[in-house]
């Protein structure tokens, strides 16, 4: 066994039930598993890809992704539960999961309630921005004085 494979498997907890490999090790600020590998802080899971499924571990195209039956995200890296997909293969997951609620490309208005639609729609640095509140800020911006 290596050293890696060492590394996880003395930091899981086996749930009898869904069979997940839960991390008991650091969690890093959204609670995810993380591990220090190769001299860097990593996602567990994707190290427990890496070591099983053969995902780079510095790809930047790939991710190490949940099947759809487990539900432990955060903390499961069974390799038997993950596969190997685009940042694509993700939102579609999220989409048909209904884990998506606050994803920006289903949101229909700004927080200010205009619609994101017709003219009051800009795309700007690939973000879709309200012109009405863009338009309110540099009003207010001018009127107190502030130089662009």
Known sequence: MTIEKFKLFNKR????????????????????????????????A?????IFLGLGINDIINQALH????????LCFNPEHLYIGTHNDNMRDCRELGDNK???????????????????L???????VCRTCRNEGKKRRRLNGVKY
């Open 13 to 44: 907890l086996i749930d009898p039930i869904t069979k997940c490999w839960l991390w008991t090790g650091a969690r890093g600020k959204k609670g995810k598993g993380i591990v220090l590998f190769d001299g860097q802080i990593r996602n567990v």
């Open 67 to 74: 099947k759809k039956f487990c539900s432990n995200t955060k």
């Open 46 to 50: 994707r190290v427990s890809a890496h």
């Open 122 to 128: 800009i795309i700007e640095k690939g973000k879709r």
């Open 102 to 120: 606050n994803q920006n490309s289903y949101k229909t208005h700004c927080i200010h309630g205009h619609e994101f639609r017709g003219d009051n």
